[in-house]
Structure formats: C-alpha cells, structure tokens
C-alpha cells in the first residue's frame, strides 16, 4: 500500500499539470495516447533536425533558439537524473517531467524552439529549486537556463533583442 502510495504522489504532479495545460487550451488533445511517443523518439529527432538546421543555416537561423532551449532541456534531465533523491519532492516532479520529456510524441518537438519548453516548465522550476548549493553551480546555472533567451526575444524586448 505504501508503494502505491508513493507511486500515486510522483504521478500526481504530472496529471495536475496536464489538467492545467487542458484548461489553458481548453483541447482534447492533451486527453489522447496521441502525444505520447516510443521513448526518447521526439527528443532524439529534435536533436537532429535542429543539429542538421543549425548546421546549415548558422548561429542567425531560427534553429539557434531550438539550440538554446534544446541545450538547456538536455542539462536540466541529465542534472536531475544525476542528483536522484526518492525522499526529494522536488526531484521528484522533475524525475516525472524527465519522464515526460522522453516520451512526449514529436509534434510537440516542432517550432522554435518548440511546445516543449511549456510543456517541461515543471522540470525548469524543479532543477533550479534543487539546484543551489550543487558543485558546477554556475555552469548549470546558466546551461541548464538556456531557454531563457529564446523566451526573452519571444517578448520582442527592444533593447534585449539586440544582445542577441
């Protein structure tokens, strides 16, 4: 019983956050076995059309920001696989979203950068709450916020635009 119960509090993160995304689209599409693919099927082909598309087009393309929040997305899973901590609620919800993040179906890959990064904002909040007082503070830090930029320039910021 305890297990189930267990069980029950590390899904429960995940439905409350598809209800949530259910209610902003207010779209069956969330409700379907559709958006959910054979694991690490979207993530691994989302690394190599945005690999073959920052390739070929460079650093000025639209795949830089695809780069960015897929870099960033990368370090935030691998960081939370790496710190794992059952007792942790934190790591946790970030342990259910890494999960999420490898199975979900390829469309939700598509854009630049991606529905992806809405979708994982769980796992951001959950690796930067866990993060502090890790050893590469800094670098993760940075790496595994990546994502950032894109939404910055997503705002049209003027004067933040041109940084970029």
């Known amino acids: 019983m305890r297990l189930v119960g267990h069980g029950c509090l590390l899904v429960l993160p995940l439905l409350l956050w598809l209800d949530?995304?259910?209610?902003?689209y207010r779209s069956l599409v969330l409700t379907g076995a559709d958006q959910v693919a054979?694991?690490?099927?979207?993530?691994?082909?989302?690394?190599?059309?945005t690999a073959s598309q920052f390739a070929t087009s460079g650093w000025g393309s639209p795949a830089r920001n695809a780069m960015l929040a897929l870099v960033g997305a990368t370090i935030q899973a691998v960081a939370l696989v790496a710190w794992a901590d059952w007792r942790n609620l934190w790591w946790r919800v970030g342990a259910v979203?890494?999960?999420?993040?490898?199975?979900?179906?390829?469309?939700v890959w598509e854009g630049y950068p991606g529905a992806y990064t809405r979708v994982l904002l769980p796992m951001t909040l959950a690796f930067n709450l866990l993060l502090p007082g890790r050893k590469w503070f800094w670098p993760?830090?940075?790496?595994?916020?990546?994502?950032v930029i894109p939404g910055i320039q997503a705002m049209r910021i003027p004067l933040v635009w041109r940084l970029f």
């Open 97 to 107: 979203f890494v999960l999420v993040m490898l199975t979900t179906d390829p469309v």
């Open 38 to 49: 054979v694991p690490f099927l979207g993530f691994l082909s989302k690394w190599q059309i």
């Open 140 to 147: 993760l830090l940075v790496l595994g916020n990546l994502s």
């Open 20 to 24: 949530y995304l259910r209610s902003i």
